[in-house]
T-cell receptor, first 114, second 116 residues
Framework: DAKTTQPPSMDCAEGRAANLPCNHS???????VYWYRQIHSQGPQYIIH???NNETNEMASLIITEDRKSSTLILPHATLRDTAVYYC???????????????FGQGTTLQVKP | DVKVTQSSRYLVKRTGEKVFLECVQD?????MFWYRQDPGLGLRLIYF???????EKGDIPEGYSVSREKKERFSLILESASTNQTSMYLC???????????????FGSGTRLTVV
């Protein structure tokens, strides 16, 4: 299973861009990178995912390096409500069932400060 | 709006009791998952199901069983609750991999179970 490495914590000033890095050097060619976040006392929330190309949606942007060994989640204008634990996950495909279970690491605790 | 609903937000049970945690999704998802979350250990996969009546063990299945009689419902069963099963339990669902519009998992809000 591909594993991910994230810094345990980061701070960001409100209104500034938050750039959250993730290393996944053992990722396989058909494995997607997913980002989730978990706000205190809630279930994890899907943010974005990608395979090779950079992706953008209403929540964030995902930049994946050309060799796919690392990625960066960008929250362009962080707000206090973005304070959460952010998980970078590589989706593992499970044999014939093709379930693609997600294995969560420890994540990065992002603290957005006024 | 898509939803995964867990029947209880908080639950207190006694050691040795049989405990049922229920999860219902309204998105017609094939896959459903049960995780537990503990401080310092993150989210760990207990069981998952990719179809009705199908189930597979995750990373920590010991002490748990599951039931999926209908597509929308996935139950986690603690046959004889123990204090080390005190935890936050999270249910999730997803479309089967390979289908279009696969946006990953949708999680419920969690059930905080305390076994005394």
């Amino acid at each position: 299973d591909a594993k991910t490495t994230q810094p345990p914590s980061m701070d960001c000033a409100e209104g500034r861009a938050a750039n959250l890095p993730c290393n996944h050097s053992t990722i396989s060619g058909n494995e997607y990178v997913y980002w989730y976040r978990q706000i205190h006392s809630q279930g994890p929330q899907y943010i974005i995912h990608g395979l090779k190309n950079n992706e953008t949606n209403e929540m964030a942007s995902l930049i994946i390096t050309e060799d796919r060994k690392s990625s960066t989640l960008i929250l362009p204008h962080a707000t206090l409500r973005d304070t959460a634990v952010y998980y970078c996950i590589v989706r593992v495909f499970h044999g014939s069932s093709n379930t693609g279970k997600l294995i969560f690491g420890q994540g990065t605790t992002l603290q957005v400060k006024p | 709006d898509v939803k995964v609903t867990q029947s209880s937000r908080y639950l207190v049970k006694r050691t040795g009791e049989k405990v049922f945690l229920e999860c219902v999704q309204d998105m017609d998802h094939e896959n459903m998952f049960w995780y537990r979350q503990d401080p310092g250990l993150g989210l760990r996969l207990i069981y998952f199901s990719y179809d009705v009546k199908m189930k597979e063990k995750g990373d920590i299945p010991e002490g748990y069983s599951v039931s999926r009689e209908k597509k929308e419902r996935f139950s986690l069963i603690l046959e004889s609750a123990s204090t080390n099963q005190t935890s936050m339990y999270l249910c999730a669902s997803s479309l089967r991999t390979g289908r279009l519009l696969n946006y990953g998992y949708t999680f419920g809000s969690g059930t905080r179970l305390t076994v005394v």
